[in-house]
């Protein structure tokens, strides 16, 4: 299926979408401005790495649907493209005469730093221009931040360890969590405070357990602040992980409804509490701090 639009693209799993994906993407866009061209994001789909590894590892910092979101959030197509291990082991020229040239139409591509194409990884920049020497073709390099090179490694770990702003540095924006509210144990609302239950995209990281500050958007597109906990709340009985949100002063009914959580920062990690009254009077403390942040 040729596709009538001609178009600038890059290809990759840009996972997390930070800011060294945004400065592709940005190039991206200057150039499909400059020759007339649809800037069109290609993302592989599954993550290449739960092909060629373990399904589900690394986590992901961004679904499918957030980065498609994002994505198109910045003015650029999004193509979500199928990855598999027969397309893995293709030469890199019959995936970029194949997928690119004929089904996606492409007339210009942007490649990062260190991507490369096909079996073996073959196919890099100079591979690329030596053998489609019609399709015209830039290298992006590497970006840094605060003298680190920016990966979706260093994003994943910080996370892990709770260094939520450190993360934010690197992403240029809060660490996401999109999801449905669900039905949980309502336990919250017989201590006085009702949380949000979020159920994530699969294989989606989640951060340190314990207790964040963080801003909830919901689908009407306003925005509250929140006290999020995320774990197995061991004060009432190592019950399942669990991602609450308690929404600071609302009341409404949302279950069902799709909501983003942008963590902000970590206040403390998940700790047991002697008794229900120590755990209540210990989150009014983090609703306190998440309402001045």
Do not use: W
């Not at 007339?36 to 993550?47: A, Q, R």
């Not at 929140?226 to 009985?237: D, H, R, T, Y």
């Amino acid at each position: 299926m040729n596709n009538s639009k001609a178009r600038a693209i890059t290809v990759g799993n840009f996972d997390g979408c930070h800011l060294g994906h945004q400065e592709v993407f940005q190039i991206l866009r200057n150039e499909a401005k400059a020759h007339g061209l649809i800037p069109t994001v290609v993302s592989f789909e599954p993550h290449t790495r739960h092909v060629l590894g373990v399904p589900g590892h690394p986590a992901l910092l961004t679904t499918t649907e957030e980065k498609e979101f994002f994505v198109k959030s910045l003015g650029l197509d999004f193509v979500a493209l199928p990855f598999s291990r027969e397309v893995a082991e293709q030469p890199f020229q019959k995936f970029i005469q194949e997928k690119l040239l004929d089904e996606l139409n492409a007339k210009f591509l942007v490649l990062g730093h260190d991507h490369r194409f096909g079996a073996a990884g073959k196919g890099n920049f100079d591979a690329i221009i030596s053998a489609f020497p019609e399709l015209s073709a830039i290298q992006v390099s590497a970006k840094y931040k605060d003298g680190e090179i920016l990966s979706s490694s260093r994003i994943r770990n910080a996370l892990e360890n709770g260094a939520v702003e450190r993360a934010t540095t690197f992403l240029g924006r809060p660490y996401r969590m999109h999801g449905i509210v669900v039905n949980g144990k309502h336990l919250g609302r017989t201590i006085g405070f009702p949380t949000a239950n979020v159920q994530t995209g699969k294989f989606k990281l989640i951060p340190k357990y314990g207790s964040y500050a963080a801003v909830v958007r919901l689908q009407d597109a306003s925005a509250h602040k929140a006290v999020v906990n995320i774990g197995l709340q061991p004060s009432i009985g190592d019950l399942p992980l669990a991602i609450e949100a308690h929404i600071l002063d609302f009341h409404d009914d949302i279950y069902g409804q799709s909501i983003d959580v942008d963590l902000l920062t970590f206040i403390r990690p998940e700790q047991k509490f002697a008794s229900v009254e120590d755990l209540k009077r210990q989150i009014g403390m983090d609703a306190d701090f998440a309402r001045n942040c």
